[in-house]
């Protein structure tokens, strides 16, 4: 099992691009999630999808659209960048009810807006 | 609203020594507490996982340990290596989907 996997790990936006950071896990996990990493302020999340077509905000969703298809993918998009969204991004899963509510993260996407 | 602190947030030790990490959380409703470690520049990795009704969790030279009612955990690591330096998140799921981190402990183990 590859586990989560996140692309790019890496991304340089100026103010006003939009992108989107992919998300992907094999472990056919109900729950998905999107945090932001910031120095200072620990790892907040973003939004979360409890399976497919089911999502919802989290405490810090404001600039960021998210969408869930399929159980596998979580893409969440920035529609229009801002220099507040450079941060370090992790998606997350863990498996439904009846699971042990553990989470797996991603690697990560380093993202810079200038 | 939950609040999870840990101390010290750095520390450094020498190579062999035992060591142990601090987290604390406000809300004693929770489902379970997770401690990861995070490299320099990487993503997270779970090293044990305390469900609510139990009072600790071993993997190795790492113990967690769980005292829901005080609101405390403690990661013990035992005879550490340089390997083990690496900054420790501890995070607590109460519901609402959402981890609760604290802001973590750098940890430097010294050859």
């Known amino acids: 099992n590859a586990g989560v996997t996140q692309t790019p790990k890496f991304q340089v936006l100026k103010t006003g691009q939009s992108m989107t950071l992919q998300c992907a896990q094999d472990?056919?996990?109900?729950?998905m999630s999107w945090y932001r990493q910031d120095p200072g302020m620990g790892l907040r999340l973003i939004h979360y999808?409890?399976?497919?077509?089911?999502?919802d905000q989290g405490e810090v969703p404001n600039g960021y659209n998210v969408s869930r298809s399929t159980t596998e993918d979580f893409p969440l998009r920035l529609l229009s960048a801002a220099p507040s969204q450079t941060s370090v991004y992790f998606c997350?899963?863990?498996?439904?009810?009846?699971?042990?509510?553990?989470?797996?993260f991603g690697p990560g996407t380093r993202l810079t807006v200038t | 609203k939950q609040e999870v602190t840990q101390i010290p947030a750095a520390l450094s030790v020498p190579e062999g020594e035992n060591l142990v990490l601090n987290c604390s959380f406000t809300?004693?409703?929770?489902?379970?507490l997770q401690w990861f470690r995070q490299d320099p520049g990487k993503g997270l990795t779970s090293l044990l996982l305390?469900?609510?009704?139990?009072r600790e969790q071993t993997s190795g030279r790492l113990n967690a340990s769980l005292d829901k009612s005080s609101g405390r955990s403690t990661l013990y690591i035992a005879a550490s290596q340089p390997g083990d330096s690496a900054t420790y998140l501890c995070?607590?799921?109460?519901?609402?989907?959402?981890?609760?981190f604290g802001q973590g402990t750098r940890l430097t183990i010294n050859p």
């Open positions: 997350a899963s863990r498996a439904g009810t009846g699971g042990s509510y553990e989470q797996y």
């Open positions: 995070a607590v799921y109460g519901g609402a989907q959402k981890l609760v």
């Open positions: 305390i469900q609510s009704s139990q």
């Open positions: 472990m056919n996990h109900e729950y």
């Open positions: 809300d004693s409703a929770i489902y379970n």
């Open positions: 999808s409890v399976g497919a077509g089911i999502t």
